[in-house]
C-alpha cells in the first residue's frame, strides 16, 4: 500500500479562503476595494500602521517573544515601561493586557512606524525577529504577490457561468506526487438541485418530477 504525504501551505490555506469569501474575485471584477473595518488582532496585540511611504504593516504581538521583538525593533521599550507604570499592566507578559490596552499601545507605535519607510523598518522587524507582514490591500495583492497568481497551482483562471473569467482556487492541500485536480467552475444556477432533491432528502424521481411540474423547483 502506498501511503500519500499531505502537504498543507499555511500561505495557501490563506490564500484560498481570501478567494473563497470573495474577496478576490470582488477586486478582480470591480477593481474596488472593500472598506476598511478595522484591524485589531483579538484577544492580544495585533494592528497595522502607516509607514513614511504610504505602505502599511501589520504588527502581530500574540506571544512574548513576538511582542518583545516589536517593541526592541522600534525603540519603544521607555514608553512601554511607562504605559505600565501608569496601568499596572504586564505587557510583557499578558496577552490580554496587550489587548486591552491596544489603543494606548498603538499611540506609543504609530508615531516610531510612521517615521521609517517600509524597507527600513522590515529590516529592523527581521532583525529583531519580530512576527510583521506588508499589510497589502486584495488589489495590492493581486498585483505584487505570487502567492495570489497562477504562479501558485493553488489557483487556475477559471471561466464561470456568468461570463466572467477570474482567478479561482482549488485545494489548498496537496499531495507529493499526485498531480492537482483542475479547479472547477462555480455551479450554474440549479445544477445540482436534483442531486440534493434525491441524495440528500431522500425524494424519488417521480416526487422531484412533481415539484417540477409545479413550478417548485428547477434545475440547471
Do not use: C, K
Amino acid at each position: 500500500m502506498r501511503l500519500l504525504q499531505l502537504l498543507l501551505p499555511l500561505s495557501d490555506v490563506a490564500f484560498s479562503t481570501l478567494a473563497r469569501l470573495g474577496h478576490v474575485a470582488e477586486v478582480a471584477l470591480s477593481g474596488m476595494d472593500r472598506p476598511r473595518i478595522g484591524n485589531d488582532l483579538f484577544g492580544a496585540f495585533g494592528r497595522d500602521f502607516a509607514t513614511a511611504d504610504g505602505r502599511r504593516v501589520m504588527l502581530v504581538g500574540l506571544t512574548a517573544r513576538q511582542w518583545a521583538a516589536i517593541v526592541e525593533a522600534l525603540g519603544a521599550a521607555g514608553a512601554i515601561a511607562a504605559l505600565e507604570a501608569r496601568t499596572g499592566a504586564a505587557l510583557a507578559r499578558d496577552e490580554g493586557a496587550r489587548f486591552v490596552h491596544r489603543e494606548a499601545i498603538s499611540t506609543i507605535l504609530a508615531p516610531l512606524v510612521a517615521r521609517l519607510d517600509l524597507a527600513t523598518l522590515g529590516a529592523r522587524l527581521d532583525e529583531a525577529g519580530a512576527t510583521w507582514s506588508a499589510y497589502r490591500s486584495v488589489a495590492q495583492a493581486l498585483a505584487e504577490e505570487p502567492g495570489l497568481s497562477t504562479a501558485n497551482p493553488v489557483f487556475e483562471e477559471v471561466a464561470h457561468p456568468s461570463g466572467a473569467r477570474h482567478l479561482t482556487p482549488g485545494s489548498a492541500a496537496s499531495y507529493r506526487g499526485e498531480a492537482r485536480a483542475p479547479v472547477p467552475a462555480a455551479p450554474r444556477l440549479g445544477e445540482h438541485t436534483e442531486e440534493v432533491l434525491a441524495g440528500v432528502l431522500g425524494l424519488p424521481a417521480a416526487e422531484i418530477g412533481r415539484l417540477r411540474d409545479a413550478g417548485l423547483v428547477a434545475g440547471a
